[in-house]
């Protein structure tokens, strides 16, 4: 690989990194301005949040119950059993929850927005609302942000539920009743806690919707670039929530 490859990558990375933040930028700017577009909001949140709902519960239900199950075997030759709900808890609230349930949406929305604002761009849709004189930020991208601001919390929220839930039922055949299963949890979190596990997930829908959005109005090539465009976001999402996750644990590490 010589010199000018190397370059050119460069500058190419730092052009993709500039446009992106560019875009973060406008988009959280005009996030607070009028039109809010209420009707493109309430269709985005049903499509990016309700629709994924089935498939969080599903990560949380087995989740926990894998979690409890590895938990128990490895308590049960120590008599600690009854810690295994704190130990379920804590780690789907703190790390699990967020992070499967953010690569389980990122999967299936960020390659969806991608695919549908990308699809826009190569049929010229985008350019045709240009010239009517759209803001295409706040028209496309601004709406779909605030609606998975709103719905991966909130998603990440059931998905613990049911995974507290799924390691109770794991529990309960060694014989662990609810309230030594709910006594445990307490002593594994802390409030501070419970605020990291919905930071978490607000940070990720951001991560989600503005990769999916930024790839998806930066789409060319026809069809075959839509399909690489979605695949592409979904790469770049799932990469930055893993390495975004150790850095937010580290943060609220710092302030316990």
């Known amino acids: 690989m010589n010199i000018a490859v190397i370059d050119k990558l460069l500058l190419d990375f730092f052009a993709d990194l500039q446009g992106y933040f560019a875009l973060a930028g406008r988009t959280l700017v005009r996030i607070f301005r009028r039109p809010f577009y209420y009707r493109e909001f ?7 949040g309700f629709s994924s709902l089935f498939i969080c519960v599903l990560t949380g239900l087995f989740s926990g119950m894998v979690m409890a199950l590895q938990a128990l075997i490895q308590l049960k030759p120590f008599a600690a059993t009854s810690y295994v709900g704190g130990m379920v808890a804590a780690t789907m609230i703190k790390e699990l929850g967020p992070v499967l349930v953010s690569l ?37 991208v601004a709406p779909r942000l605030k609606a998975m601001l ?91 929530i893993l390495v975004s996750d150790f850095f937010i644990s580290k943060f609220f590490v710092a302030f316990r």
Do not use: H
């Not at 309430?42 to 990016?48: I, M, R, T, Y």
């Not at 309230?179 to 802390?190: A, H």
């Open 104 to 140: 389980m949406v990122a999967g299936r929305v960020g390659s969806a927005i991608t695919a549908e604002l990308g699809t826009m761009v190569v049929t010229e849709q985008v350019d045709a609302m240009r010239v009517e004189g759209t803001d295409i930020v706040k028209r496309l």
């Open 150 to 240: 709103i719905a991966m919390p909130l998603l990440t929220v059931v998905a613990d539920a049911i995974s507290i839930l799924g390691g109770y039922v794991m529990s309960a055949g060694y014989g662990i009743n609810p309230t030594m299963y709910l006594t445990g949890i307490p002593q594994f979190m802390v409030f501070q806690d419970l605020i990291e596990g919905l930071a978490k997930p607000a940070f990720f829908g951001f991560v989600i919707a503005l990769t999916g959005c930024y790839v998806g109005l930066n789409t060319r090539g026809g069809a075959e670039g839509v399909g690489n465009a979605a695949k592409r976001a979904v790469v770049m999402s799932s990469v930055i």
């Open 42 to 48: 309430a269709v985005q949140f049903d499509k990016l």
